[in-house]
């Protein structure tokens, strides 16, 4: 494999005239040649479009102005995340021939920086799972081994980074989906606050939770990313009014810094050696850590799971063969729309229509949606309550390293319990970053999660910046 360099020296390499935009390129089609088939990164790649904008790029030059900040680095994207003119799947069958008419406004900000796009990556069904095992365009594997998942749902956008075939990837976190894959494939990977980066062209899966962010091989190429895609748009109305503030990247550990690791995560871990992992670059660099108990983040797997299916059923009724993608012709709207909704959906996106439907449904929409509802409220506030002692909160990303194919799928809540980590600071609308632990596990990389206070991003950025730098 050709190594590619990160977005901060390409950017470096460009300006200088020291690196080529097109042997950039040039080095990720030899890679996606050699790789794609067995890790199946991409659902669409458009690599000799990519080639000609970055021909053009090194033709035109590197200005030191802010509209070529990204000039010439190839990016690739999620393929929930609408770019104008290329099929959008979702990783869906329903979707089959969908091409959006308009762009996401993350993807929007990023070619006006002069980004070139690479392609669409494979995720799981609608973003819903956790190994990308769920997708109808079939599994990612893990380039760091190829007979383990690379996490999900951004897995593609994770694999396509490991293995060469991006210097970078949006990908999109409801309950774990950037963090998680990152995790597994030795990546950085951020979910912002809620609210800091539009969902305009992120297709919906459950609103109150998705966000859109960067994955990529260091915290600065994440602060890089996230600094352009983040800020107010007009056509997100969840989008914060404020503009994020700067990131300055020092590298040094802020004076007194409190870290406190959540006691109810640390209990769940079967496997010493990750706890292990995760403290010791703290330990080492003489932070100071200390326990600190949130009870209500036990109950998180089920609150989540409560709120994304009734959210899920209810986003994904759009899809009835008569406004996108495909159709299954019956005679009879009733019966085309049940033609095409069993035929289009997978199992696991069926299933959670399903168990959505019902947790809304007259009568149970108490017992379940609304005590649900409640509980997020809850968590939130014992989360908030921590961050009157701490200033960011530590967990391992995951329970396990990268687990094999085939391990979980059979059993959803096994695989539901992937994320336990990851959903409650989603829940609590709490920005949070994995990064890679210095120490391995079985030889394979374990995820450091720290979180931080709503709308604390940059802090969140500039001390995981320090933190890697141990
Ligand atoms: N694994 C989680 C789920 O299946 C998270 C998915 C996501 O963040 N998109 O819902």
Known sequence: MKELPAIADLSFGLLRGSIKAQDVVADIRDNIEKREVNINAYINHYIDQAETQARRADESGYPEDE????????????????????????????????????????????????????????????????????????????????????????????????????????????????????????LVGLRPSYGRVSRWGLVAFSSSLDQIGPITKTVEDAALLYSIIAGPDENDSTTCPQPPDEIRLTGRIPEGIKVGMITECFE??????????????????????????????????????????????????????????????????????????????????????????????????????????????????QFKKAFDEVDFLLTPTTPTVAFKLGEKIQDPLDMYLSDIFTASSALAALPSISIPAPDKVDGLPVGIQLIAPRWKDSELLEFAHAVEKI
């Not at 998180?300 to 159709?327: C, F, T």
């Open 67 to 186: 509209t070529a900040d990204l000039k010439g680095i190839p990016v690739a994207v999620k393929d929930n995340i609408c770019v104008k003119g290329w099929p959008c799947t979702c990783a869906s069958n329903i979707l089959n021939g969908f091409i959006p008419p308009y762009e996401a406004t993350a993807v929007k900000r990023l070619r006006e920086k002069g980004v070139i796009l690479l392609g669409k990556t494979n995720l799981d069904e609608f973003a819903m799972g956790a190994s990308n095992e769920t997708s109808a365009y079939g599994p990612v594997r893990n380039p760091l081994d190829p007979g383990r998942v690379p996490g999900g749902s951004s897995g593609g956008s994770a694999a396509a980074v490991a293995y060469g075939g991006a210097v970078a990837a949006l990908g999109s976190d409801t309950g774990g989906s950037i963090r998680q894959p990152a995790s597994f494939c030795g």
């Open 268 to 381: 769940e871990i079967k496997d010493s050696r990750i706890a292990e992992a995760v403290r010791s670059p703290f330990i080492k660099a003489g932070i100071d850590i200390q326990e600190i108990s949130i009870p209500l983040v036990r109950l998180s797997v089920a609150g989540y799971y409560l709120l994304v299916v009734s959210e899920a059923s209810s986003n994904l009724a759009r899809y009835d063969g008569i406004r996108y993608g495909k159709r299954i012709s019956k005679l009879g709207l009733t019966e085309t729309y049940f033609a095409t909704r069993s035929q289009g959906f997978g199992d696991e996106v069926t299933r959670r229509i399903l168990l959505g439907t019902f947790g809304l449904s007259a009568g149970y929409i108490d017992a379940y949606y609304n005590t649900a509802l409640s509980y997020r409220a809850e968590l939130a506030k």
